[in-house]
Structure formats: structure tokens, C-alpha cells
């Protein structure tokens, strides 16, 4: 059919909606997903929508996936959703749809939401800010169809107190006239049955908006002991494409539901095809005979890396398409596997008893009702704790992780949307934040080849053997299939087979100075950085590289850091992606060092610097040059001008991918060996900065401890190194954005309170002015200006609370020992980052503290708030929290002592007492010498308190021959005093 043909109608007056004829065919008995396949036509040609006010998604999610399980319906539109950002939408998900969302934030209740079925494109246009009860909460979406777009809103109005009128208005003046189609449906308090002001005054406001609320027959809303009312609507811009509309019984709520029938065509629904290979059915002994008798003398006799590649990559495809062929297999959803027969039963049962107490009702209607919808409630609880437990308890720790994540535990994977252009989000990836102008960048070159390089025999690669090569590709723990189609799956079962082949592959590689081309193609995964995207900078690419290139990058990432830290070559407060550095152990530094002014009587002045998207701004020649300065030589030079140049990759989704594009600039985002080469890239700025510094990655900060005649010197001293850091930073093709620079002085209260802040000159970077704050969030610890650990330990409450409300609603259907893993998983590691550096707590927040590890302790046993803790703490064999956090001072101490590969600038702070002359009998001192404090902020830092700490354990603790050995004596050492 002619689509334009399609859209025509004369007029809306010779336009009838059938959806009388419809309603009357409906039984109030029947089940609501039997309802719907009786009002909506199969018919592919029209959009079918609802609306429902589900009062609490979360309370009636049973009913939700039983109602909307037969997939006729396009768009769920949900008003009073009752989510909150701390429930992840896979919790609440609807087999076929995606979820769109507008939580309430202030307060509990309201919302609203949309299910919108997956083959529909669409993007978020406008949602409202919804704090509290006193608005107006909406959600706008322009949907696709056939390159036609419609504007579909939900609404919810939480009062009939509320004024919204303006608001509406204002909203459907911005967008009416950009959409031929616009559909909104919601709750909004405002009952049409009345010819009252408010109904008056929405009539009014749809009309002079060129809309038209489609009539219902009978009131939408019933509550006991109050009148019926109409309050849900659906308004439509063109009413002549109503195929028919209408509204019945909904089992789970006192709203009726509203539904639509639209003459526009969806998208067809296609059924997702995964692609696979069956590897269980798989007979290993067969696979090895045919592995086996392939002659491999040709692969090695070749003489273009490339040619070898292909050849192996051939060969394994060509092995395993007999062996284990790539087969379609349908993914199909089960709505709610623990929905059995008998629990539909008993639903439809509550269905009928409620449709007879909304006909006839009384408080025997009510109570009979009531007792069903308990019965239903019961059932699917002990149904769904029956079918997690036997799901659970036969799979592998990866296995229960995966099932988790599948029913909202954790953090969510979000799947991209499917209306972006990949071509343009793929264009958007690979185009570099900046490009430096050839001067400048000649006269960075010029520079790097000028420096002298270190005295040193330069660095070359070595050949690899049989057995590194089977111990790396054993370490990667990967599943993702790269651009040439194999798999780690594929590559284990025949890598004792395959290692020597890999082998000469590799030192082929590093002999001749090439990197394959097949393995610098990536897949690009576009992951949104916020649930509902709008712009292409509002996604996140994750790349997938050939399995095998991460074999050779890791190799080469092994060699040549070995060479870099034995001699010395990067900078020691150079903290990130270094063996046996941490943001712990830089935050550490940072702090004791604030700790060491604050106890001579000193203020510290910081500066955060935000680097934008610096991985992706790497100049690739400069790096280039920038790794001839550290003495890597020529040959070695060659591989990595081959590694790093002549990349490509594209955006793929499912069985959608992009046009292929070059990368020119950027560390392969992905690679093994980036965040080395980034390190190495971002070395030099340590050069040009004289005041203590810490570089964590792209994380820069420095800072400059003064006493108070002495601000002015500091301030200027400070602006001096942003100078140079901006100067660094426009030679080597870097962006430091000012206006998420952050800057702080910290000191005792005391001391800050003596300067004078109106005259206190600035600090800037590329002359914009950084303000002052009193806190600064520093690698995820919040500092303030005094060093009291009040909004850190605040900000530690608020997240501990989140993930355990979105733990909660799975407490009581969870097996115990699932319970314990998330708790150790998701809520301690909460309480317990960076718990070294802030021990200057007082007993207040020390107890709060306590309170937060108690809440891990009532999800995992279910107790109630007052329920006492101690027997339950000491049954998991968990500290009290002072001796958890005295625990994890030592751990850390332990590690700075006896780990060669501990940071320089942690190791110093600790010096062990020389052996007493006067022994009778050699022994080795483990005793530390305690420095001197002047203040309490000086005796409550990491190295006193530590070192004390330390000076107090048991010999045979402190002598322990690894740190797994010392953690277990510890642990058993604090448990026998907390539990004497």
C-alpha cells in the first residue's frame, strides 16, 4: 500500500474509532493478556499502545510480565513506576522491550516510564526534573516509524492540587509543531467526568494545541470508600488514525488500563539470531587427530607476516566449521520461568474476584479479593526463591555473576540504542579532540630528538618460547570474538597444538619489526554513559581485538615495562598502570603529606587538573619520538610505528556494523599495551613542574604546602607550573579543560581561618580563573578544606544505601552463600576504599561506619534494624570496624615493606630500627621506628599510626613469608581479640 495513501483520511468527522464494538466483546473475568490479543488486531500496520498506572513497577512485576508476555502490544506506557536510580532497569526488564525511564529523585513514589518494544528506534527529547510531589513528571520520545516521527509522551500528575496546565502548555507549544503524529497518554488527576475549571481548562489547552482527547465511556480510576473518576487520557494529534481505543480492568492496580490502536506502520519484529558455536557437544579426541594432521611447514616456510596469519586463522576456522560449525539459534525469552499454572490459576481467580468487588462493592467482595491477591503475592515469591536457588547452585562463581547481572545485580551492561547512525558514532570515535599544527608539532619533534637519552643499552625485544606463549594465552580471561572470528574457545583445545605455530608467529613479529594487519582491525561496542543517550558524546567505546593480538601485546607490554622499572625510566610518582601501584597508594602520599604541613604548622594548596579525552589525543608521531628518548631502539621503533599505525575499526551492534574507518591519532583504545604507552607518553610533563605533583594516569595534581606570610609566593609558584603545564600540554597535543580544574587549600580551621579570601590572588590555567572549594573529590576520596572526612564518609553512606536498596528486593530469594559474595562484592568494597588515608576519624563517624558494615551483615542474614549484630558479625568471622580498618593498615604496610615493586615514595616514610648491640643472639629486626608528631594530625597519620600498629604484632605475624600467610594470621589474630 501507497504509504502517503496510507496516512490520508478526508477528514476527522468521517473517522470512527471502534472502540466501543471492541469493548463490548471483553469479558472483566478474563486475563489481561487475553484482553489485549481480543482489542489488538494482528496487524502489522498498526502501532499499538498502553497506558497503565502500575502503582510500583517493583510491587507488580509478576503481573507485568504476565499481562504484556504475548507481545502484541508496541508501547507499555507506565505512570507511578516507583523506580528509583538505584534499580537497575535489567531488574524490571520485559522480554522484547526496552525500558525508558524518569525516576522521581526527591522523594519516594511517582515516576514514569516507558516500555517501547526493541525493533522501534527512538531517542529521548525532553523528560521532566521530578523532586518531590508538587509537579508535573513526563517523559517525551520521538519514535521512528517508516521515516515518519512521532512524538510520544507519558504523564503523570500526583495531585489534583497541581497546576501543570502552563507546563503542558509550554511543552506541547515547543513540539507540536515538529511532529505530523503526537500521542500522550498518562494519569493527570484531572477528571474529564466533571465540568469543573480543571477539566475545562485541559480541554481548552489540548484544543488550542491542535490535539484531541480520544473519549472514554466510563470512569478509569476506582478506590474504595471514594467516587469513580476519569482521569487517564489519550490525546492524539490526528484522531482520524484511532483505529480504536479504550480502556478495562487491570488486575494489579485501581487505574483501569488505557490502550490505542494507531494507523501508522512499526517497524517489523524480527526475531534476535545469535550466531554460535556448540562447543559441549564437541568431540576433543577427533578435533586433536584432525589438528594434528595439519602440516604447518608451509605456514612457517612463508616470508609475510600477514600470509602467516591468514593461514593460521584459515586453518582453525576451516577446523572448527567441521567440528563445531557456526549454527543460528534463536534467543528466547521466558517472561518469568517461575510463573507456573497453578500461580496463573490463583491470578486469574484474584482477577475475577476483584472485577466482582469493583461491580459489586462490599467488605466480603474486598476481603475475598484481598485473601487471592496474598495468596498470588506468596506463591510468586516462594516460586521465584525456588527458581534462583536451583539456578544458582549448580553454576560456576562466572556463571552465578552472569545470572546475577541478568536479573539486576550489579551494574547493568547497557545496550546501545538502535536509532543512532553507526557510521556517524564511528566517525565521532576515531576523530582526534585536536590536531596540532605543524609547526608546533615540528618544533615538538625537534625537541624530543634533541633530548639526550639515557645511558643505557637501548631496548630490543627478545624471543619468546613455547611455553610463554601457552602461559599468556592461559592468563586472558576474554570470551569476545575480535574481527578475525576466533575465540578463546577456539584457541584452548588446540593450543598445545598450536603454541610453537604462535611461537614463530610472534618472534617472527618481533624479529622483523611488523605487526599483522588483521590484528589492528577492532570492533568497536558503543556502551551508553547514561540511560537515555542523546548526543554521540553520550556513548562509550569499548573495542574488541583479535584474541591473539593480546597474546603479542602482552608479551611486549612484559618486556618492555621490565625495562622501564629496572632502570628507572618513568617518573616515581607516576603512579597508574605500575605493578604494585594503586589510587590507594597515591591518595596515601597525597594525604600524608597534607598530614606532614598541617603538623608544622602549614597550609597546602592544590590544583586538580582534568585532562580531556587525553588517551584519544595522542599525537602517534610524537609518541613515536617521545619513546626514541627513553632509549628504545630503532628496530623496536619500527614495530611500534607498524603497532600503532594502520588501524582500523568499526561500530558494531548485534548483526549491524559500521563502514571500516582509519584510526590516525590515539593509543589503540583496548590494547594491552596502551596504558604503557601512554604512561610513557605523558612522562615529560613531570620535567616541567618544580612543586610536589602526583600523576595517576591522566589524573594530574600538584601542590605546595606555605605558611601564612608565604600564600602569595605559593600562589604564585603554583601558577607558575600550570604555565608550563599549559605550555606541555599545546606542544604535545593535550587538553587540560579549566572548567573542570578543581582547587583547594587545606589546613587546620584555625590557620584557614586567618586568611583573608577576598584579596587571595587566583589560580588559572590558560587565564581562566580555577575558585576555591572546600572539598575536591581526589581519585574518588573527597577531601575538604580541614581534613575532617565528613562529606567522604557522607558520600560513603549515600552509595553503601544505594546498592543495598537495589540488593534488597532480592534478600529473601537469594541462597545464603550468594548473599556473602554479593555483600563482599558490592557493599564492603564501598566502605573499604581508601580507608588508609583518613584514620583521624572521630568516634562519631567511626560509628557510622560500624552502622554501614551492619547493613551488609542484616542482607545477608535479613535482619530487621534493631536486631542485635554481634553473633551474626562473629558467624561470618568479620571484625568490628576499628579492627577492620586496623587490619587493612597493616595489610597495606605489609605490601610497602616487603614488595620490591612498592612505590618509592611509600617505602621511605618506614625505617626499620638497626638490631640492639647488646643481644645475646643474632635476630632480624622487624621493629619500625615511629616519627615524631607535634599534633594530633600528625600522630593520627598512616606512618605513625602504622608503624605503632606494626610495632605491636606478634614476631611471628610480622615475619610472615607472604602476604596471603600474613593476612590469614592477622585475620585469626583480631578475631581471637575481638572474640577472646
Excluded at 481505543?245 to 517489523?268: C, E, N, W
Excluded at 536479573?407 to 551492561?413: E, F, P
Excluded at 608467529?505 to 590484528?519: D, G, L
Excluded at 606478634?954 to 589474630?973: C, M, V
Aim: hydrophobic share 40%; proline share 6%; charged share 20%.
Amino acid at each position: 500500500m501507497d504509504e502517503d495513501k496510507y496516512f490520508s483520511c478526508s477528514s476527522s468527522e468521517e473517522f470512527e474509532s471502534t472502540g466501543d464494538s471492541l469493548n463490548s466483546s471483553i469479558s472483566d473475568h478474563e486475563p489481561l493478556e487475553d484482553k489485549l490479543l481480543k482489542v489488538f488486531p494482528n496487524n502489522p500496520r498498526f502501532l499499538t499502545l498502553v497506558h497503565i498506572n502500575a502503582q510500583s513497577i517493583p510491587a507488580h512485576y509478576s503481573d507485568l510480565l504476565t499481562s504484556f508476555s504475548t507481545g502484541v502490544v508496541d508501547c507499555i506506557l507506565v505512570s507511578e513506576t516507583w523506580l528509583k536510580p538505584s534499580l537497575p532497569s535489567t531488574s524490571y526488564s520485559i522480554p522484547g522491550y526496552r525500558l525508558f525511564r524518569n525516576d522521581r529523585t526527591g522523594q519516594g513514589g511517582g515516576g514514569v516510564g516507558i516500555y517501547l518494544r526493541s525493533s522501534i528506534p527512538a531517542s529521548v527529547v525532553s523528560t521532566s526534573i521530578s523532586l518531590t510531589t508538587g509537579s508535573l513528571e513526563y517523559l517525551f520520545l520521538e519514535l521512528v516509524l517508516h521515516h515518519k516521527k512521532l512524538l510520544l509522551g507519558v504523564l503523570y500528575c500526583p495531585s489534583d492540587k497541581i497546576n501543570y496546565f502552563a507546563e503542558l502548555e509550554d511543552i506541547l507549544e515547543s513540539f507540536v509543531p515538529k511532529y505530523n503524529h503526537i500521542i500522550y497518554m498518562g494519569d493527570l488527576n484531572t477528571c474529564l467526568l466533571k465540568n469543573d475549571a480543571r477539566a475545562q481548562a485541559l480541554n481548552d489547552l489540548t484544543s488550542a494545541a491542535n490535539l484531541h482527547i480520544l473519549p472514554l465511556n466510563s470512569p478509569t480510576h476506582y478506590f474504595p470508600n471514594s467516587r469513580p473518576s476519569l482521569i487517564d487520557i489519550i490525546s492524539v494529534s490526528q484522531p482520524e488514525l484511532s483505529v480504536s481505543h479504550g480502556q478495562m480492568t487491570a488486575p494489579f492496580s485501581h487505574h483501569d488500563l488505557i490502550y490505542l490502536a494507531y494507523k501508522v506502520r512499526p517497524p517489523k519484529v524480527r526475531g534476535k539470531i545469535l550466531l554460535q558455536r556448540n562447543f559441549k557437544h564437541m568431540d576433543l579426541e577427533r578435533l586433536r587427530e584432525d589438528v594434528n594432521s595439519i602440516d604447518w611447514s608451509a605456514l612457517m616456510s612463508l616470508n609475510n607476516i600477514n600470509s602467516m596469519v591468514d593461514s593460521l586463522t584459515a586453518e582453525l576456522i576451516r577446523l572448527y566449521d567441521k567440528h563445531a560449525p557456526v549454527r543460528p539459534v534463536r534467543m528466547k525469552h521466558i517472561p518469568a520461568p517461575w510463573l507456573s499454572p497453578e500461580i496463573k490459576r490463583y491470578m486469574a481467580k484474584r482477577d475475577k474476584a476483584k472485577s466482582k468487588n469493583k461491580k459489586h462493592p462490599s467488605v466480603e467482595n474486598f476481603d475475598a479479593y484481598k485473601k487471592l491477591r496474598n495468596v498470588c503475592n506468596r506463591l510468586c515469591r516462594d516460586a521465584k526463591r525456588r527458581y534462583i536457588h536451583s539456578t544458582i547452585q549448580d553454576l560456576c562463581q562466572a556463571q552465578v555473576w552472569r545470572f546475577l547481572r541478568s536479573i539486576g545485580v550489579g551494574k547493568a551492561t547497557e545496550t546501545y540504542q538502535n536509532y543512532v547512525d553507526l557510521n556517524a558514532l564511528n566517525c565521532h570515535f576515531t576523530t582526534s579532540p585536536i590536531t596540532l599544527d605543524s609547526h608546533t608539532k615540528t618544533s615538538t619533534l625537534t625537541f624530543l630528538s634533541n633530548l639526550a637519552t639515557p645511558d643505557l643499552p637501548p631496548f630490543v625485544f627478545k624471543s619468546v618460547s613455547v611455553d610463554e606463549i601457552k602461559k599468556c594465552i592461559r592468563s586472558i580471561s576474554t570470551k569476545s570474538i575480535g574481527s578475525d572470528n576466533l575465540s578463546l574457545d577456539m584457541i584452548l583445545p588446540v593450543l598445545e597444538d598450536i603454541a610453537p605455530v604462535v611461537t614463530h608467529i610472534i618472534n617472527f613479529s618481533f624479529t622483523r619489526n611488523v605487526f599483522p594487519s588483521q590484528w589492528k582491525k577492532a570492533f568497536v561496542i558503543p556502551l551508553p554513559k547514561t540511560s537515555n543517550p542523546t548526543s554521540l558524546t553520550q556513548y562509550r567505546p569499548i573495542s574488541i581485538l583479535p584474541i591473539l593480538s593480546k597474546v603479542i601485546e602482552s608479551l611486549a607490554h612484559n618486556q618492555l615495562y621490565s625495562y622501564l622499572t629496572h632502570n628507572n625510566l618513568l617518573c616515581s610518582y607516576q603512579s597508574g598502570f605500575r605493578s604494585s601501584h594503586s589510587t590507594v597508594g597515591a591518595l596515601l602520599n597525597i594525604t600524608e603529606d597534607i598530614r606532614g604541613a598541617m603538623d608544622s604548622t602549614k597550609l597546602t594548596a592544590m590544583v586538580l587538573l582534568d585532562f580531556s579525552s587525553a588517551f584519544n589525543s595522542v599525537d602517534l608521531d610524537i609518541l613515536i619520538a617521545t619513546l626514541r628518548a627513553v632509549n628504545i631502539s630503532s628496530t623496536v621503533l619500527d614495530w611500534f610505528h607498524s603497532y600503532l599505525f594502520g588501524r582500523q575499526q568499526c561500530v558494531k551492534t548485534n548483526d549491524v556494523a559500521s563502514d571500516w574507518l582509519d584510526l590516525t591519532a590515539g593509543v589503540p583504545q583496548g590494547g594491552v599495551i596502551s596504558p604503557l604507552l601512554f604512561s610513557i607518553f605523558i612522562n615529560n610533563i613531570s620535567k616541567v613542574i618544580s612543586s610536589p605533583f602526583h600523576l595517576y594516569a591522566d589524573d594530574l595534581q600538584i601542590y605546595r604546602h606555605f605558611g601564612l606570610t608565604e600564600l602569595h609566593e605559593c600562589i604564585v609558584a603554583l601558577n607558575s607550573d600550570l604555565d608550563e603545564v599549559q605550555s606541555w600540554a599545546n606542544s604535545f597535543g593535550l587538553i587540560v579543560n579549566p572548567n573542570k580544574s578543581q582547587c583547594i587549600i587545606i589546613g587546620s580551621s584555625r590557620l584557614r581561618c586567618k586568611i583573608d579570601w577576598n584579596s587571595i590572588p587566583q589560580l588559572k590555567f590558560t587565564g581562566v580563573a580555577i575558585p576555591y572549594s572546600n572539598r575536591v573529590k581526589n581519585l574518588g576520596l573527597i577531601m575538604d578544606c580541614n581534613m575532617t572526612w565528613v562529606a567522604h564518609i557522607n558520600e560513603v553512606s549515600k552509595r553503601m544505601h544505594h546498592t543495598f536498596h537495589s540488593l534488597k528486593r532480592l534478600q529473601y530469594f537469594l541462597p545464603f552463600n550468594t548473599k556473602i559474595m554479593l555483600a563482599q562484592s558490592l557493599l564492603l568494597p564501598i566502605l573499604d576504599y581508601a580507608d588508609v588515608c583518613y584514620l583521624d576519624v572521630t568516634e562519631e563517624q567511626l560509628n557510622k561506619l560500624e552502622r554501614l558494615q551492619n547493613l551488609a551483615i542484616r542482607f545477608i542474614f535479613g535482619l530487621r534494624k534493631y536486631d542485635h549484630i554481634s553473633n551474626f558479625r562473629a558467624q561470618l568471622k568479620w571484625l568490628p570496624i576499628r579492627l577492620r580498618r586496623d587490619m587493612h593498615i597493616l595489610s597495606f604496610l605489609f605490601k610497602i615493606l616487603n614488595d620490591p615493586n612498592s612505590p618509592s615514595y611509600l617505602r621511605s616514610r618506614f625505617q626499620i630500627l638497626p638490631t640492639p648491640s647488646r643481644t645475646r643472639r643474632p635476630c632480624v629486626t622487624t621493629m619500625l621506628d615511629i616519627p615524631k608528631s607535634n599534633t594530633k594530625f600528625r600522630l593520627q597519620s598512616f606512618s605513625v599510626y602504622g608503624a605503632s600498629l606494626w610495632n605491636k604484632l606478634p614476631r611471628d605475624i610480622q615475619l610472615s613469608p607472604s602476604f596471603d600467610t600474613f593476612k590469614k594470621k592477622l585475620k585469626q589474630h583480631f578475631l581471637t581479640q575481638s572474640n577472646p
